[in-house]
Protein backbone atom coordinates (compact mmCIF):
# COMPACT_ATOMS: atom_id res chain seq x y z
CA UNK A 1 0.00 0.00 0.00
CA UNK A 2 2.88 2.12 0.26
CA UNK A 3 3.50 1.99 -2.76
CA UNK A 4 0.02 3.55 -4.16
CA UNK A 5 0.38 6.40 -1.70
CA UNK A 6 3.29 7.04 -3.55
CA UNK A 7 1.87 6.56 -6.77
CA UNK A 8 -1.29 9.02 -5.81
CA UNK A 9 2.00 11.77 -4.48
CA UNK A 10 3.12 11.82 -7.62
CA UNK A 11 -0.36 12.00 -9.46
CA UNK A 12 -0.70 14.76 -7.20
CA UNK A 13 2.42 16.60 -7.98
CA UNK A 14 2.01 16.50 -11.79
CA UNK A 15 -1.91 17.39 -11.14
CA UNK A 16 -1.83 20.42 -8.86
CA UNK A 17 1.80 21.63 -9.47
CA UNK A 18 2.60 21.03 -12.99
CA UNK A 19 -0.75 22.60 -14.38
CA UNK A 20 -1.92 19.04 -14.86
CA UNK A 21 -5.91 20.21 -13.89
CA UNK A 22 -5.56 22.18 -16.30
CA UNK A 23 -5.10 19.70 -19.43
CA UNK A 24 -8.07 17.60 -17.45
CA UNK A 25 -10.22 20.70 -18.05
CA UNK A 26 -9.59 21.46 -21.48
CA UNK A 27 -10.05 17.71 -22.25
CA UNK A 28 -13.44 17.15 -19.89
CA UNK A 29 -14.84 20.56 -21.86
CA UNK A 30 -13.69 18.93 -25.18
CA UNK A 31 -15.48 15.75 -24.66
CA UNK A 32 -19.02 17.53 -23.23
CA UNK A 33 -18.01 19.79 -26.53
CA UNK A 34 -18.06 17.03 -28.98
CA UNK A 35 -20.71 15.10 -27.17
CA UNK A 36 -23.26 17.89 -27.56
CA UNK A 37 -22.72 19.85 -30.31
CA UNK A 38 -22.21 15.89 -31.99
CA UNK A 39 -25.54 15.05 -31.03
CA UNK A 40 -26.94 18.20 -31.73
CA UNK A 41 -26.09 17.90 -35.62
CA UNK A 42 -26.80 13.99 -35.17
CA UNK A 43 -30.60 14.79 -34.46
CA UNK A 44 -30.63 18.08 -37.13
CA UNK A 45 -29.51 15.08 -40.08
CA UNK A 46 -31.05 12.25 -37.84
CA UNK A 47 -34.64 14.04 -38.44
CA UNK A 48 -33.91 14.95 -42.27
CA UNK A 49 -33.33 11.43 -42.81
CA UNK A 50 -36.07 9.72 -41.40
CA UNK A 51 -38.72 12.60 -42.30
CA UNK A 52 -37.30 11.58 -46.29
CA UNK A 53 -37.65 7.66 -45.26
CA UNK A 54 -41.39 7.88 -43.96
CA UNK A 55 -42.09 9.88 -47.22
CA UNK A 56 -44.60 8.21 -49.77
CA UNK A 57 -42.53 6.48 -52.22
CA UNK A 58 -44.21 7.94 -55.31
CA UNK A 59 -41.91 10.13 -57.44
CA UNK A 60 -38.08 9.63 -58.70
CA UNK A 61 -36.49 12.21 -56.32
CA UNK A 62 -37.89 11.11 -52.87
CA UNK A 63 -36.55 7.50 -54.41
CA UNK A 64 -33.37 8.66 -55.02
CA UNK A 65 -33.30 10.44 -51.45
CA UNK A 66 -34.36 7.45 -49.70
CA UNK A 67 -31.42 5.54 -51.57
CA UNK A 68 -29.00 8.37 -50.45
CA UNK A 69 -29.91 7.66 -47.11
CA UNK A 70 -29.77 4.09 -47.19
CA UNK A 71 -26.02 4.77 -48.46
CA UNK A 72 -25.25 7.25 -45.70
CA UNK A 73 -26.45 5.20 -42.52
CA UNK A 74 -25.26 1.88 -44.35
CA UNK A 75 -21.73 3.71 -44.16
CA UNK A 76 -21.47 5.41 -40.53
CA UNK A 77 -23.28 1.97 -39.06
CA UNK A 78 -20.95 -0.15 -40.82
CA UNK A 79 -17.65 1.42 -39.89
CA UNK A 80 -16.08 1.95 -36.56
CA UNK A 81 -15.89 5.73 -35.46
CA UNK A 82 -11.64 5.48 -35.53
CA UNK A 83 -11.56 5.00 -38.52
CA UNK A 84 -14.30 7.56 -39.65
CA UNK A 85 -12.23 10.16 -38.08
CA UNK A 86 -8.78 9.32 -39.28
CA UNK A 87 -10.12 8.63 -43.01
CA UNK A 88 -11.88 12.67 -42.17
CA UNK A 89 -8.80 13.91 -41.19
CA UNK A 90 -6.27 12.11 -43.19
CA UNK A 91 -7.85 11.21 -45.98
CA UNK A 92 -11.42 13.67 -46.68
CA UNK A 93 -9.85 17.06 -45.89
CA UNK A 94 -6.49 16.80 -47.63
CA UNK A 95 -8.18 15.65 -50.74
CA UNK A 96 -10.38 18.99 -50.16
CA UNK A 97 -7.30 20.97 -49.65
CA UNK A 98 -8.92 21.43 -46.25
CA UNK A 99 -7.36 22.33 -43.27
CA UNK A 100 -9.60 22.47 -40.27
CA UNK A 101 -8.61 22.26 -36.55
CA UNK A 102 -8.99 18.42 -35.01
CA UNK A 103 -11.91 19.14 -32.83
CA UNK A 104 -13.82 20.80 -35.47
CA UNK A 105 -13.16 17.83 -37.40
CA UNK A 106 -14.44 15.58 -34.19
CA UNK A 107 -17.70 17.26 -34.21
CA UNK A 108 -18.23 16.97 -38.04
CA UNK A 109 -17.45 13.39 -37.78
CA UNK A 110 -19.38 12.98 -34.91
CA UNK A 111 -22.67 14.73 -35.99
CA UNK A 112 -22.37 12.89 -39.00
CA UNK A 113 -22.04 9.34 -37.39
CA UNK A 114 -24.88 10.11 -34.83
CA UNK A 115 -26.98 11.41 -37.44
CA UNK A 116 -26.78 7.61 -38.64
CA UNK A 117 -27.90 6.51 -35.47
CA UNK A 118 -30.48 9.02 -35.06
CA UNK A 119 -32.31 8.55 -37.88
CA UNK A 120 -33.23 5.12 -37.05
CA UNK A 121 -34.21 6.27 -33.86
CA UNK A 122 -36.61 9.03 -34.96
CA UNK A 123 -38.16 6.76 -37.66
CA UNK A 124 -39.11 4.44 -34.98
CA UNK A 125 -40.60 7.35 -32.77
CA UNK A 126 -42.21 8.95 -36.02
CA UNK A 127 -43.22 5.71 -36.96
CA UNK A 128 -44.91 5.31 -32.94
CA UNK A 129 -47.26 8.04 -33.50
CA UNK A 130 -50.62 7.36 -34.20
CA UNK A 131 -51.05 7.58 -38.38
CA UNK A 132 -54.77 9.78 -37.03
CA UNK A 133 -52.16 13.10 -36.47
CA UNK A 134 -51.24 13.07 -39.66
CA UNK A 135 -54.63 12.51 -41.13
CA UNK A 136 -55.90 15.36 -38.98
CA UNK A 137 -53.32 18.16 -40.02
CA UNK A 138 -54.07 17.11 -43.78
CA UNK A 139 -57.57 16.89 -43.26
CA UNK A 140 -57.57 20.91 -41.84
CA UNK A 141 -55.58 21.66 -45.20
CA UNK A 142 -51.92 21.71 -43.85
CA UNK A 143 -49.07 20.45 -45.62
CA UNK A 144 -47.69 17.08 -45.36
CA UNK A 145 -44.34 19.16 -44.24
CA UNK A 146 -46.10 21.05 -41.98
CA UNK A 147 -48.07 18.51 -40.34
CA UNK A 148 -44.88 16.93 -39.94
CA UNK A 149 -43.01 19.21 -38.70
CA UNK A 150 -45.38 20.63 -36.13
CA UNK A 151 -47.03 17.53 -34.59
CA UNK A 152 -45.69 14.48 -35.92
CA UNK A 153 -42.34 15.13 -34.75
CA UNK A 154 -42.66 17.22 -31.79
CA UNK A 155 -44.56 13.97 -30.71
CA UNK A 156 -41.92 11.57 -31.80
CA UNK A 157 -39.06 13.33 -30.60
CA UNK A 158 -41.12 13.12 -26.91
CA UNK A 159 -41.35 9.55 -27.47
CA UNK A 160 -38.09 8.85 -28.10
CA UNK A 161 -36.06 11.30 -25.86
CA UNK A 162 -34.94 8.68 -23.36
CA UNK A 163 -33.16 7.15 -26.63
CA UNK A 164 -31.82 9.73 -27.38
CA UNK A 165 -30.24 9.98 -23.37
CA UNK A 166 -28.56 6.59 -24.91
CA UNK A 167 -27.41 7.87 -27.42
CA UNK A 168 -25.23 11.11 -25.85
CA UNK A 169 -23.81 8.54 -23.63
CA UNK A 170 -22.76 6.65 -26.34
CA UNK A 171 -21.21 9.60 -27.61
CA UNK A 172 -19.84 10.78 -24.64
CA UNK A 173 -18.12 7.29 -24.60
CA UNK A 174 -17.03 7.12 -27.76
CA UNK A 175 -15.34 10.87 -27.80
CA UNK A 176 -12.23 8.58 -26.14
CA UNK A 177 -10.94 8.07 -29.63
CA UNK A 178 -10.18 12.11 -30.64
CA UNK A 179 -6.68 11.60 -29.36
CA UNK A 180 -6.28 9.53 -32.63
CA UNK A 181 -6.24 12.70 -35.01
CA UNK A 182 -4.84 15.16 -32.17
CA UNK A 183 -7.54 16.20 -30.64
CA UNK A 184 -7.19 16.87 -26.59
CA UNK A 185 -9.56 14.73 -24.43
CA UNK A 186 -9.67 13.78 -21.23
CA UNK A 187 -7.24 10.24 -22.49
CA UNK A 188 -4.84 13.45 -23.73
CA UNK A 189 -5.14 14.90 -20.51
CA UNK A 190 -4.34 11.69 -18.16
CA UNK A 191 -1.91 10.35 -20.48
CA UNK A 192 0.41 13.44 -20.28
CA UNK A 193 0.30 13.40 -16.67
CA UNK A 194 1.04 9.39 -16.58
CA UNK A 195 3.94 10.20 -19.18
CA UNK A 196 5.51 12.88 -17.02
CA UNK A 197 5.11 11.30 -13.31
CA UNK A 198 6.18 7.65 -15.10
CA UNK A 199 3.73 6.13 -13.61
CA UNK A 200 -0.03 5.00 -15.40
CA UNK A 201 -2.01 3.88 -12.31
CA UNK A 202 -3.40 6.68 -10.59
CA UNK A 203 -4.18 9.04 -13.72
CA UNK A 204 -5.86 6.08 -15.84
CA UNK A 205 -8.13 5.34 -12.70
CA UNK A 206 -8.87 8.85 -11.79
CA UNK A 207 -9.93 9.24 -15.70
CA UNK A 208 -11.84 5.81 -15.59
CA UNK A 209 -13.85 7.55 -12.50
CA UNK A 210 -14.78 11.05 -14.23
CA UNK A 211 -16.11 8.85 -17.09
CA UNK A 212 -18.27 6.99 -14.80
CA UNK A 213 -19.22 10.13 -12.60
CA UNK A 214 -20.40 12.46 -15.94
CA UNK A 215 -22.17 8.96 -17.89
CA UNK A 216 -24.15 8.53 -14.19
CA UNK A 217 -24.79 12.11 -14.01
CA UNK A 218 -26.47 11.94 -17.56
CA UNK A 219 -27.96 8.75 -17.52
CA UNK A 220 -29.79 10.74 -13.75
CA UNK A 221 -30.55 13.59 -16.10
CA UNK A 222 -32.21 11.37 -18.65
CA UNK A 223 -34.44 9.59 -15.86
CA UNK A 224 -35.45 13.39 -14.14
CA UNK A 225 -36.50 14.59 -17.60
CA UNK A 226 -38.40 10.94 -18.71
CA UNK A 227 -40.56 11.30 -15.08
CA UNK A 228 -41.48 14.89 -15.68
CA UNK A 229 -42.72 14.10 -19.13
CA UNK A 230 -44.77 11.06 -17.87
CA UNK A 231 -45.94 13.62 -15.43
CA UNK A 232 -47.21 16.07 -17.91
CA UNK A 233 -48.88 12.89 -19.53
CA UNK A 234 -51.06 12.41 -16.59
CA UNK A 235 -52.10 15.56 -15.31
CA UNK A 236 -51.78 18.35 -17.61
CA UNK B 1 -71.72 21.94 -53.99
CA UNK B 2 -70.02 18.33 -54.01
CA UNK B 3 -70.18 16.27 -57.43
CA UNK B 4 -69.46 12.33 -58.04
CA UNK B 5 -69.01 11.14 -60.74
CA UNK B 6 -68.16 7.59 -61.29
CA UNK B 7 -65.81 6.94 -58.29
CA UNK B 8 -64.18 4.43 -58.09
CA UNK B 9 -60.86 2.94 -55.52
CA UNK B 10 -58.89 0.55 -55.76
CA UNK B 11 -56.77 -0.63 -52.88
CA UNK B 12 -54.10 -3.03 -55.01
CA UNK B 13 -56.05 -5.44 -57.04
CA UNK B 14 -59.25 -4.66 -54.47
CA UNK B 15 -61.89 -3.02 -56.10
CA UNK B 16 -63.29 -0.83 -52.80
CA UNK B 17 -65.66 1.60 -54.20
CA UNK B 18 -67.56 0.50 -57.56
CA UNK B 19 -68.70 3.69 -59.28
CA UNK B 20 -70.50 5.70 -56.85
CA UNK B 21 -72.28 8.76 -58.76
CA UNK B 22 -73.63 11.43 -56.30
CA UNK B 23 -74.47 14.94 -55.80
CA UNK B 24 -74.83 16.51 -52.87
CA UNK B 25 -76.23 20.35 -52.91
CA UNK B 26 -75.70 23.26 -50.09
CA UNK B 27 -77.80 22.66 -46.94
CA UNK B 28 -78.63 18.55 -47.52
CA UNK B 29 -77.58 16.66 -44.75
CA UNK B 30 -76.84 12.89 -46.10
CA UNK B 31 -76.32 9.91 -44.07
CA UNK B 32 -74.61 6.77 -45.04
CA UNK B 33 -75.63 3.49 -43.44
CA UNK B 34 -74.46 0.04 -44.68
CA UNK B 35 -72.40 -3.30 -43.02
CA UNK B 36 -69.17 -3.42 -42.44
CA UNK B 37 -66.79 -2.95 -45.13
CA UNK B 38 -69.11 -2.05 -47.35
CA UNK B 39 -66.74 1.24 -48.21
CA UNK B 40 -68.40 3.71 -46.50
CA UNK B 41 -65.12 5.43 -44.75
CA UNK B 42 -63.84 4.97 -48.03
CA UNK B 43 -65.79 7.07 -49.82
CA UNK B 44 -65.89 9.84 -47.52
CA UNK B 45 -62.15 9.86 -47.58
CA UNK B 46 -62.29 10.29 -51.25
CA UNK B 47 -64.49 13.15 -50.86
CA UNK B 48 -61.93 15.64 -49.14
CA UNK B 49 -59.19 13.04 -51.82
CA UNK B 50 -57.70 11.57 -48.35
CA UNK B 51 -58.04 8.75 -50.39
CA UNK B 52 -57.19 9.25 -54.08
CA UNK B 53 -59.46 8.22 -55.90
CA UNK B 54 -58.16 5.59 -59.02
CA UNK B 55 -61.13 6.66 -61.34
CA UNK B 56 -63.92 9.21 -62.04
CA UNK B 57 -64.10 12.41 -60.05
CA UNK B 58 -64.98 14.44 -57.02
CA UNK B 59 -66.20 18.16 -58.60
CA UNK B 60 -66.38 20.30 -55.33
CA UNK B 61 -67.43 24.29 -55.79
CA UNK B 62 -67.06 23.33 -59.64
CA UNK B 63 -63.30 22.29 -59.57
CA UNK B 64 -62.36 18.76 -60.16
CA UNK B 65 -60.24 17.75 -56.64
CA UNK B 66 -59.83 14.74 -57.41
CA UNK B 67 -57.22 15.51 -60.32
CA UNK B 68 -53.62 15.83 -58.71
CA UNK B 69 -52.55 19.25 -60.17
CA UNK B 70 -54.95 20.85 -58.36
CA UNK B 71 -53.79 22.18 -54.71
CA UNK B 72 -56.08 20.18 -52.53
CA UNK B 73 -54.94 21.62 -49.34
CA UNK B 74 -56.53 24.81 -50.26
CA UNK B 75 -60.07 22.57 -50.92
CA UNK B 76 -59.54 20.64 -47.92
CA UNK B 77 -59.88 23.88 -45.85
CA UNK B 78 -63.35 24.42 -47.06
CA UNK B 79 -64.01 21.08 -46.03
CA UNK B 80 -64.49 19.54 -42.14
CA UNK B 81 -63.55 15.99 -41.52
CA UNK B 82 -64.46 14.46 -38.11
CA UNK B 83 -62.81 10.90 -37.24
CA UNK B 84 -63.91 8.29 -35.25
CA UNK B 85 -61.09 8.56 -33.28
CA UNK B 86 -60.75 12.54 -32.66
CA UNK B 87 -57.42 12.94 -33.53
CA UNK B 88 -56.82 15.91 -31.68
CA UNK B 89 -53.41 16.67 -31.69
CA UNK B 90 -51.68 15.39 -28.80
CA UNK B 91 -48.98 17.78 -28.65
CA UNK B 92 -51.23 21.05 -28.36
CA UNK B 93 -53.64 22.18 -26.00
CA UNK B 94 -57.59 22.23 -26.75
CA UNK B 95 -56.82 25.74 -27.72
CA UNK B 96 -53.62 25.16 -29.48
CA UNK B 97 -55.57 22.49 -31.56
CA UNK B 98 -58.26 25.04 -32.62
CA UNK B 99 -56.25 27.84 -33.55
CA UNK B 100 -52.85 25.71 -35.50
CA UNK B 101 -54.56 25.42 -38.94
CA UNK B 102 -56.14 29.40 -39.50
CA UNK B 103 -53.16 31.00 -37.49
CA UNK B 104 -50.80 28.62 -39.75
CA UNK B 105 -52.42 29.74 -43.20
CA UNK B 106 -52.91 33.33 -42.14
CA UNK B 107 -49.43 33.27 -41.58
CA UNK B 108 -48.03 31.67 -44.87
CA UNK B 109 -50.69 33.39 -46.73
CA UNK B 110 -49.65 37.26 -45.42
CA UNK B 111 -46.32 36.19 -45.71
CA UNK B 112 -46.73 35.04 -49.30
CA UNK B 113 -48.54 38.70 -50.32
CA UNK B 114 -45.19 40.24 -48.50
CA UNK B 115 -43.20 38.12 -51.19
CA UNK B 116 -45.33 39.01 -54.34
CA UNK B 117 -45.32 42.78 -53.44
CA UNK B 118 -41.42 43.04 -53.17
CA UNK B 119 -41.84 41.34 -56.81
CA UNK B 120 -44.23 43.76 -57.76
CA UNK B 121 -42.06 46.93 -56.09
CA UNK B 122 -39.12 45.71 -57.89
CA UNK B 123 -40.64 44.80 -61.26
CA UNK B 124 -42.21 48.43 -60.89
CA UNK B 125 -39.07 50.16 -61.39
CA UNK B 126 -39.02 49.08 -64.83
CA UNK B 127 -42.84 49.37 -65.64
CA UNK B 128 -44.11 52.45 -66.97
CA UNK B 129 -47.90 51.49 -65.76
CA UNK B 130 -46.80 50.69 -61.98
CA UNK B 131 -48.66 47.46 -61.26
CA UNK B 132 -51.00 47.73 -57.80
CA UNK B 133 -49.49 46.13 -54.61
CA UNK B 134 -51.51 43.93 -52.69
CA UNK B 135 -53.45 45.51 -49.72
CA UNK B 136 -51.46 44.15 -46.41
CA UNK B 137 -53.93 45.34 -43.39
CA UNK B 138 -53.32 42.37 -41.46
CA UNK B 139 -50.18 41.57 -38.85
CA UNK B 140 -49.17 38.73 -37.33
CA UNK B 141 -50.25 39.53 -34.12
CA UNK B 142 -54.01 40.14 -35.42
CA UNK B 143 -54.06 36.78 -37.11
CA UNK B 144 -53.22 35.14 -33.92
CA UNK B 145 -55.62 37.37 -31.86
CA UNK B 146 -58.47 36.69 -34.27
CA UNK B 147 -58.05 33.59 -34.31
CA UNK B 148 -57.49 32.92 -30.61
CA UNK B 149 -61.10 35.28 -30.40
CA UNK B 150 -62.89 32.62 -32.59
CA UNK B 151 -61.32 29.71 -30.87
CA UNK B 152 -62.66 30.82 -27.36
CA UNK B 153 -66.18 31.92 -28.89
CA UNK B 154 -66.54 28.39 -30.28
CA UNK B 155 -65.19 26.66 -26.80
CA UNK B 156 -67.73 29.10 -24.84
CA UNK B 157 -70.18 27.48 -27.79
CA UNK B 158 -69.47 24.11 -26.36
CA UNK B 159 -69.46 25.00 -22.21
CA UNK B 160 -65.56 24.04 -22.72
CA UNK B 161 -64.11 27.23 -22.11
CA UNK B 162 -62.37 26.41 -19.46
CA UNK B 163 -60.56 23.49 -20.83
CA UNK B 164 -58.71 26.24 -23.40
CA UNK B 165 -55.29 25.15 -21.69
CA UNK B 166 -55.89 21.41 -21.12
CA UNK B 167 -54.34 18.51 -23.11
CA UNK B 168 -56.35 16.23 -25.26
CA UNK B 169 -55.23 13.64 -22.62
CA UNK B 170 -56.74 14.63 -19.91
CA UNK B 171 -60.44 15.26 -22.02
CA UNK B 172 -63.03 12.59 -22.06
CA UNK B 173 -64.39 11.09 -25.04
CA UNK B 174 -66.73 13.33 -25.61
CA UNK B 175 -65.20 16.81 -24.60
CA UNK B 176 -62.31 15.56 -27.22
CA UNK B 177 -64.89 14.69 -30.29
CA UNK B 178 -66.48 17.81 -29.75
CA UNK B 179 -63.54 19.58 -29.97
CA UNK B 180 -62.72 18.01 -32.65
CA UNK B 181 -66.01 19.33 -34.53
CA UNK B 182 -64.81 22.69 -33.69
CA UNK B 183 -61.56 22.47 -34.53
CA UNK B 184 -62.82 21.68 -38.15
CA UNK B 185 -65.65 25.02 -37.68
CA UNK B 186 -62.81 26.65 -37.03
CA UNK B 187 -61.95 26.57 -41.12
CA UNK B 188 -65.41 27.81 -41.80
CA UNK B 189 -66.30 25.26 -43.83
CA UNK B 190 -68.67 24.86 -46.24
CA UNK B 191 -69.20 21.26 -45.21
CA UNK B 192 -68.64 18.84 -43.07
CA UNK B 193 -67.54 15.15 -43.31
CA UNK B 194 -68.47 12.92 -40.29
CA UNK B 195 -67.08 9.21 -40.29
CA UNK B 196 -69.36 7.71 -37.42
CA UNK B 197 -68.33 10.53 -35.07
CA UNK B 198 -70.15 8.31 -32.01
CA UNK B 199 -68.66 4.84 -32.14
CA UNK B 200 -65.98 5.25 -30.05
CA UNK B 201 -67.13 6.80 -27.11
CA UNK B 202 -68.56 5.78 -24.50
CA UNK B 203 -72.86 5.35 -24.22
CA UNK B 204 -73.29 8.43 -22.15
CA UNK B 205 -71.44 10.47 -23.83
CA UNK B 206 -72.87 9.81 -27.36
CA UNK B 207 -75.19 12.39 -26.88
CA UNK B 208 -73.57 15.35 -26.24
CA UNK B 209 -71.66 15.58 -29.34
CA UNK B 210 -74.92 14.24 -31.23
CA UNK B 211 -76.55 17.68 -29.69
CA UNK B 212 -73.59 19.51 -31.48
CA UNK B 213 -73.61 18.05 -34.48
CA UNK B 214 -77.64 18.62 -34.78
CA UNK B 215 -77.19 21.85 -33.86
CA UNK B 216 -75.16 22.25 -36.78
CA UNK B 217 -77.59 20.42 -39.46
CA UNK B 218 -80.01 23.59 -37.52
CA UNK B 219 -78.07 26.15 -38.58
CA UNK B 220 -78.14 24.73 -42.37
CA UNK B 221 -74.20 23.56 -42.43
CA UNK B 222 -74.43 20.89 -45.53
CA UNK B 223 -72.99 17.41 -43.85
CA UNK B 224 -71.96 14.05 -45.05
CA UNK B 225 -71.69 11.59 -42.19
CA UNK B 226 -71.22 7.76 -41.92
CA UNK B 227 -73.56 6.51 -38.42
CA UNK B 228 -74.54 3.73 -37.09
CA UNK B 229 -76.81 5.82 -35.26
CA UNK B 230 -79.78 5.08 -36.95
CA UNK B 231 -82.37 7.15 -35.07
CA UNK B 232 -79.91 9.80 -35.70
CA UNK B 233 -79.75 9.73 -39.24
CA UNK B 234 -83.65 9.46 -39.14
CA UNK B 235 -84.32 12.67 -37.40
CA UNK B 236 -81.37 14.72 -39.05
CA UNK B 237 -80.73 13.80 -42.71
CA UNK B 238 -82.57 15.04 -45.41
CA UNK B 239 -81.56 11.84 -47.77
CA UNK B 240 -79.86 8.28 -46.86
CA UNK B 241 -77.16 6.82 -48.70
CA UNK B 242 -77.21 2.51 -48.17
CA UNK B 243 -74.08 1.36 -49.09
CA UNK B 244 -73.19 -2.25 -49.83
CA UNK B 245 -70.31 -4.03 -51.43
CA UNK B 246 -68.79 -0.88 -52.53
CA UNK B 247 -71.84 0.68 -54.23
CA UNK B 248 -75.10 3.23 -53.42
CA UNK B 249 -77.60 0.04 -53.54
CA UNK B 250 -80.60 2.17 -52.15
CA UNK B 251 -80.95 6.04 -51.64
CA UNK B 252 -83.80 7.72 -50.24
CA UNK B 253 -85.50 10.02 -47.98
CA UNK B 254 -85.09 8.80 -44.06
CA UNK B 255 -88.64 8.22 -43.84
CA UNK B 256 -88.75 6.10 -46.63
CA UNK B 257 -85.97 4.60 -46.58
CA UNK B 258 -86.31 3.16 -43.26
CA UNK B 259 -89.84 2.44 -43.17
CA UNK B 260 -90.06 1.04 -46.73
CA UNK B 261 -86.86 -0.55 -47.96
CA UNK B 262 -86.89 -1.23 -51.31
CA UNK B 263 -83.99 -3.49 -52.36
CA UNK B 264 -83.71 -7.01 -50.59
CA UNK B 265 -80.01 -5.98 -49.29
CA UNK B 266 -81.63 -2.54 -47.23
CA UNK B 267 -83.97 -4.53 -45.61
CA UNK B 268 -82.23 -7.31 -44.63
CA UNK B 269 -79.29 -5.16 -43.59
CA UNK B 270 -82.43 -3.12 -41.54
CA UNK B 271 -83.85 -6.00 -39.55
CA UNK B 272 -80.30 -6.50 -38.57
CA UNK B 273 -79.56 -3.47 -37.04
CA UNK B 274 -82.89 -2.05 -36.11
N1 LIG C 1 -55.75 1.53 -46.80
C1 LIG C 1 -56.35 0.37 -47.18
N2 LIG C 1 -55.63 -0.61 -47.76
C2 LIG C 1 -56.22 -1.76 -48.16
N3 LIG C 1 -57.52 -2.03 -48.00
C3 LIG C 1 -58.29 -1.09 -47.42
C4 LIG C 1 -57.74 0.15 -46.97
N4 LIG C 1 -58.74 0.89 -46.44
C5 LIG C 1 -59.86 0.13 -46.54
N5 LIG C 1 -59.60 -1.06 -47.12
C6 LIG C 1 -60.57 -2.11 -47.41
O1 LIG C 1 -61.65 -1.53 -48.09
C7 LIG C 1 -62.88 -2.10 -47.69
C8 LIG C 1 -63.83 -0.99 -47.28
O2 LIG C 1 -63.33 -0.36 -46.11
P1 LIG C 1 -64.06 0.85 -45.41
O3 LIG C 1 -63.26 1.23 -44.26
O4 LIG C 1 -64.36 1.89 -46.40
O5 LIG C 1 -65.41 0.17 -44.93
P2 LIG C 1 -66.54 0.75 -44.01
O6 LIG C 1 -67.80 0.65 -44.75
O7 LIG C 1 -66.16 2.11 -43.52
O8 LIG C 1 -66.57 -0.26 -42.80
P3 LIG C 1 -66.78 0.00 -41.24
O9 LIG C 1 -68.25 0.10 -41.01
O10 LIG C 1 -66.20 -1.22 -40.60
O11 LIG C 1 -66.04 1.25 -40.87
C9 LIG C 1 -62.56 -3.06 -46.56
O12 LIG C 1 -62.60 -4.37 -47.08
C10 LIG C 1 -61.17 -2.69 -46.15
O13 LIG C 1 -60.47 -3.84 -45.73
MG1 LIG D 1 -65.54 2.94 -41.62
Aim: with cysteine.
Amino acid sequence: MDGFARKVERFWEIFYQHDGYKKVVTGLQNTVYIAVVGLALGILIGTLIAVIKVLPKYSKLTKALNGFCDFYVGLFRGTPIVVQLLVAYYVVLPLLGLNLPALSVCVIVFGLNSGAYVSEIMRGGIMSVDIGQMEAGRALGLSYRVTMMKIVVPQAVKNILPTLGNEFIALIKETSVVSFVGASDLYTAFNYIGSNSYEFMVPYLVMALIYIVLVMLIALMVKVMERNLRKSDRSN
Amino acid sequence: MIEVIDLRKSFGEIEVLKGIAITIKAGEKVAIIGPSGSGKSTFLRCLNCMEDPTGGAVIFDGVNISDMSVDINVHRRRMGMVFQQFNLFNNKTVIGNIMLAPVHIGLSELRRKKIKNIFITIGNLFRRNKKPLYQINSTPAKIRQEARENALRLLRRIGLEDKADAYPSTLSGGQKQRIAIIRALAMNPKVMLFDEPTSALDPEMVGEVLDLIRQLADEGMTMVIVTHEMGFAREVATRVLFMDDGKIVEENTPNEIFANPKNPRTKEFLSKVL
